[in-house]
């Protein structure tokens, strides 16, 4: 069964350093999200990607966030001076349409800043 | 905004008895979704509900959505060790939405 995979698993990074996850969607889906999960805390929306451009972002996504889809197989998310608190599990997610359609999502990476 | 409730938390059973587990919304909910999370991984669909009064079951696994549509409960009949993980429940905030929102999940242990 396809699936959406996620590398790495595990990033620790100084705090002030730039970070790139990378993960690669199931192949036919056509929107693209990314979500993130504080420690303890509920599953966060963060971005939705269509046809090239955001179609959604939360008040978290601000400008030290962007997402690329640099080729027709990866989406990844960008993370400029990361900080303390954005130590989380970051959770990237496809689906065939934009809404009313179940995301599938990857296994995650686990971003420890330190 | 639209904010999701899960009951109970958390849910400790013997195996083979049987749990239910509840996702309550602010709103009115225009798809609702349930996932299963292992420890440390990814969210597993497990099912799609949209239409008030919608039961949807995937073998011992039974979620409905009330007809008011702001309320989905979540059965698991017989339950194995397999079943064991923290259930969450995502909604669709909004026609043409394209995110989720989530509950704080409930974690299951079953017990042998």
């Known amino acids: 069964e396809p699936e959406v995979t996620q590398t790495p698993s595990h990033q620790v990074t100084q705090m002030g350093q730039e970070v790139i996850l990378r993960c690669v969607p199931i192949?036919?889906?056509?929107?693209f999200y990314w979500y993130r999960q504080i420690l303890g805390q509920k599953v966060e929306f963060l971005v939705s990607f269509y046809n090239n451009e955001i179609s959604e972002k939360s008040e978290i996504f601000d400008d030290q966030f962007s997402v690329e889809r640099p080729d027709g197989s990866n989406f990844t998310l960008k993370i400029r001076s990361t900080k303390l608190e954005d130590s989380a599990m970051y959770f990237c997610?496809?689906?065939?349409?934009?809404?009313?359609?179940?995301?599938?999502f990857g296994d995650g990476t686990r971003l420890s800043i330190l | 905004s639209q904010e999701l409730e899960q009951s109970p938390q958390s849910l400790i059973v013997q195996e083979g008895k049987n749990l239910t587990i509840n996702c309550t919304s602010s709103k009115t909910l225009y798809g609702l979704y349930w996932y299963k999370q292992k420890y440390g991984e990814g969210l597993i669909f497990l099912m799609m509900l949209q239409k008030g009064g919608e039961e949807k079951s995937h073998e011992k696994i039974t979620a409905k959505l009330d007809e008011k549509k702001q309320q989905s409960s979540l059965h698991i009949t017989a339950s194995q060790p397999s079943h064991a993980g923290i259930y969450l429940c995502?909604?669709?905030?909004?026609?043409?939405?394209?995110?989720?929102?989530f509950g704080q999940g409930t974690r299951l242990t079953i017990n042998p």
């Open positions: 995502g909604a669709d905030i909004g026609r043409g939405a394209q995110k989720l929102v």
């Open positions: 997610a496809s689906s065939v349409q934009g809404s009313h359609q179940p995301q599938h």
């Open positions: 192949s036919n889906h056509l929107y």
